[in-house]
């Protein structure tokens, strides 16, 4: 199994143990996809999604944020495009009866190229040592060169048949490259059938004729739905955005990669109205200032990438992934998409309503265009708690597992520790934590030896150990430990709302924004 498997793994079982994501339901065996967070894991959640939402309305005059329901008239569904095109090429296989989705076998397979090709250039590196030219080797050994050509021949032939909706060639392609069932092993393989990703519910009671509802894919339509009520209300001038946070729902066929793929997650999505003309612009000012976001929150910017899609969906006149290199690969954190006015048109088309902006500028009616901006709450969550992880090896046997969570946003601020549970050290520590807790989140622990403690936090990423000892009741100091450099300093009891809102408030993050 390749290594960053391993530590993927790895990274699963602490959120688990650290109370920070659970499998949904896990004493009746689980629920597939879906997942809660725990104690610690609410509050990593909650924090990122301030960051944004602070960010969006806080940061920009021209932002309002809005919270919409997540049962919708399903007529939106209809005119959005999600009743007839929001489904994915499934498969099943006939021998293990199990689904899969006909584009990631494929993908798996195109994949398969990638791990031949890393091998070779591997088992080169380990032959030629030092004086290894890995971009030479990759440019000219011929085994490298063979599978490349094969991986691209693939990849075409896939990216036409999904361009095209070829469902037939897609099952095609899986026969002719012998793709078999990772479960039973066969090539057994149904046709590939198009399957609708939105979950139905009724709403009313059947008796009188219930009405057949959807749980929402995104948050988007909310906000398109909702925007003349907040422009007229808010007295909004274009262009103005509207932000929304909120749960969506997707019947996933292939639920992988822990909370990368679920079927119950959150968004954080903005939309963002301008004039038509003006769009390309904006996109690309949404462009950077998203990419800035993530990067002013201290991940290493070497693991973000942009993804210029080439092929566009009918309605968008441009699109960007932000990317972030997770164990599994850089994969898509956040979509920003230049959507023209097709939602907010459908919406004037199937509702019947004008839903026109009058412009005081330019004097006349139109519907605007939108630029929207996208994020997964669990995938941000995903990537924070990938890169933060660290298994330190501190030397002399010694080790520890920490999560180096930029201060702003980690679960826990601080620790207050008693450095022994008597000659009043606990009560002077639960003083200064009774003292702290309404500006941090503050925990007090005294169980086991220090050093037991200070594992404990660095394990749930505490930035701060404020621990309490007999100097303290002389002179009101206190040894105030940092996480990540472990360094212990004395600083006095009364500096350390001050030291510690310095480094852990959420506008140290926002004012680097601006
Ligand atoms: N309104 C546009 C929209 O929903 P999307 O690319 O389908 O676009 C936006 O989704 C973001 O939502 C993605 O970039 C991803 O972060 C998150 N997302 C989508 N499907 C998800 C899933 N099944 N599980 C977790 N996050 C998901």
């Known amino acids: 199994m390749a290594k960053q498997e391993d530590v993927f793994k790895t990274i699963v079982a602490h959120a688990k143990e650290y109370g920070f994501v659970f499998q949904s339901s896990e004493i009746y065996d689980g629920l ?5 967070y725990g104690q610690n894991g609410v509050e990593l959640k909650n924090n990122i999604k301030r960051y944004w939402w602070e960010a969006m309305t806080m940061l920009n005059d021209n932002i309002v944020g809005i919270d919409s329901a997540i049962f919708m008239h399903p007529t939106i569904w209809k005119a959005s495009g999600h009743v007839d095109a929001f489904n994915d090429p499934l498969i099943d296989n006939k021998d293990s009866k199990k689904r899969y989705r006909a584009d990631v076998l494929i993908e798996d397979e195109i994949a398969k190229f990638d791990e031949k090709i890393n091998k070779e250039v591997a088992k080169a590196a380990k032959r030629f040592g030092e004086s290894f030219d890995e971009a030479m080797f990759r ?3 011929p085994r490298v060169l063979e599978h490349a050509r094969k991986r691209d021949e693939l990849h075409t032939r896939f990216a036409e048949a999904m361009n095209a909706n070829d469902l037939n060639e897609l099952k095609q392609i899986i026969l002719d490259y012998e ?6 092993g066969t090539r057994n393989w149904t046709d590939v059938r198009q399957f609708n990703l939105m979950f139905k519910t009724e709403m009313g009671s059947t008796a009188d004729g219930a009405m057949e509802v959807y749980l929402r894919p995104e948050t988007a339509q909310g906000i398109f739905v909702n925007y003349l009520n907040v422009q007229k209300t808010g007295r909004m001038r274009i262009p103005f955005g509207i932000a929304q946070i909120g749960k969506a729902f997707r019947n996933e066929i292939v639920a992988r990669q822990f909370i990368f793929r679920m079927r119950e997650f959150e968004q954080m999505e903005m939309q963002f109205f301008v004039r038509p003309g003006e769009e390309l612009k904006w996109f690309d000012h949404w462009r950077q200032t998203r ?6 929150l201290g991940l290493g910017d070497e693991k973000y990438r942009y993804h210029d899609h080439e092929k566009l969906a009918h309605y968008a006149n441009a699109a960007t992934d932000i990317e972030f290199q997770m164990p599994f690969g850089f994969k898509e954190v956040e979509g920003i998409h230049s959507r023209t006015n097709f939602d907010l048109s459908q919406h004037e088309k199937f509702s019947g309503k004008k839903i026109q902006y009058f412009d005081p500028e330019l004097n006349e009616s139109y519907v605007p265009y939108v630029i929207e901006t996208s994020i997964g709450v669990d995938r941000m969550f995903l990537s924070v708690l990938c890169s933060c992880y660290e298994a330190q090896d501190l030397g002399n046997g010694d080790s520890r597992v920490v999560l180096h969570f930029p201060a702003p946003i980690a679960p826990v601020k601080c620790a207050v520790l008693p ?10 520590a639960r003083e200064i934590q009774h003292r702290l807790r309404f500006d941090f989140t503050c925990q007090y622990d005294e169980k086991d030896s220090i050093g037991k403690r200070y594992r404990r936090q660095d394990a749930i ?5 404020i621990t309490v000892d007999h100097q303290t009741l002389e002179d009101n100091t206190v040894t105030l430990r940092e996480r990540d450099s472990m360094e212990q300093r004395r600083v006095s009891v009364d500096e350390l709302e001050k030291i510690l809102g310095d480094v852990v408030s959420l506008n140290s993050l926002l004012k680097k924004l601006i």
């Open 32 to 36: 597939s996809a879906v997942y809660d």
């Open 139 to 141: 440019q000219t050994n």
């Open 179 to 184: 793709i078999v069932d990772p479960i039973s």
């Open 291 to 296: 990419l800035r976001w993530h990067k002013v």
């Open 419 to 428: 450095l022994v549970k008597k000659d009043g050290l606990p009560e002077k």
């Open 461 to 465: 990423g505490t930035p701060y150990c």
